[in-house]
């Protein structure tokens, strides 16, 4: 088993003085995809939005080392530039500022150095066919007036166009429709390799059906409950978060 990438022992997060996270563990080597699942209110986001680097998220104990770096010691800005990369739940609209701009402002601040107009286009034309994008996308104002698809497609060609070396997908999966899903997750297994470590946070199996990781974690009031393989998945997809005191379920409803 390679090295973990991301390491966490015994973390605690509070947010505005509220405990969130009661002790977190949990290891993902490089190159691996992995899975955080639980019910709504367990956790799952605030782990994602504190590992970023969020104001809000308020590390009070425990330890977080991300390619053997002490996550707490960065600034949010320090750890995408060491490859940290979030795909956020509720992408925020930013009129007046275009896709293009935006993105490749983003692999410029994440580089540290300018990339050559040319170079970017060239790249941003690669990418964006990736996920089905189509060459007037690129003077769109970022994520004004995008359908939840196109608002979470955009999320992974900013990870395409980034190259992280490990990805945050905050439940990515919420309000796509089958086709919206089916082009994230090719977008995604597209990038998976060696050199990628993944952590999808989704309170659905049905991501997982696309996007096969190679283990499940449970997070249940805080902490992780349970660590399996794939079949962990299809246990949840079938009894819900019944075995850890919740009765929502983890299969989406039809």
Do not use: C, W
């Not at 293009?100 to 990339?115: D, Y």
């Not at 309000?175 to 997750?185: K, P, Y």
């Not at 991501?207 to 409950?225: C, F, K, Q, S």
Request: proline share 6%; charged share 25%.
């Amino acid at each position: 088993m390679a090295d973990p990438i991301l390491k966490i022992e015994g973390l605690e997060v509070a947010v505005e003085d509220k405990p969130i996270l009661k002790g977190v563990d949990l290891e993902v080597p490089q190159g691996e995809v992995h899975a955080l699942m639980g019910p709504n209110g367990s956790g799952k986001s605030t782990l994602a939005y504190a590992l970023a680097g969020h104001p809000r998220y308020e590390i009070t104990g425990g330890s977080v080392f991300f390619d053997g770096k002490d996550l707490a010691e960065m600034e949010a800005d320090e750890r995408a530039q060491a490859g940290l990369f979030l795909a956020m739940q509720y992408p925020v609209e930013v009129p007046g500022v275009s896709v293009m701009n935006f993105l490749r402002s983003a692999v410029n601040a994440t580089r540290g150095e300018e990339i050559p107009v040319r170079e970017f286009a060239k790249l941003f034309k690669e990418k964006s066919a990736l996920l089905q994008f189509d060459p007037s996308f690129a003077d769109r104002y970022l994520n004004e007036g995008f359908s939840g698809g196109e608002k979470k497609r955009h999320e992974i060609l900013q990870m395409a166009l980034l190259e992280p070396k490990f990805a945050i997908l905050d439940e990515t999966d919420s309000g796509l429709d089958v086709d919206a899903l089916r082009i994230v997750s090719e977008g995604v297994n597209a990038q998976r390799g060696p050199d990628l470590g993944v952590l999808i946070i989704t309170h659905y199996t049905r991501i997982l059906n696309y996007i096969t990781p190679d283990v499940v974690h449970v997070m249940y009031e805080g902490r992780i409950a349970k660590t399996g393989g794939p079949e962990l998945a299809e246990q949840l997809e079938q009894e819900g978060y019944v075995g850890f005191g919740s009765t929502e379920p983890a299969a989406a409803p039809r």
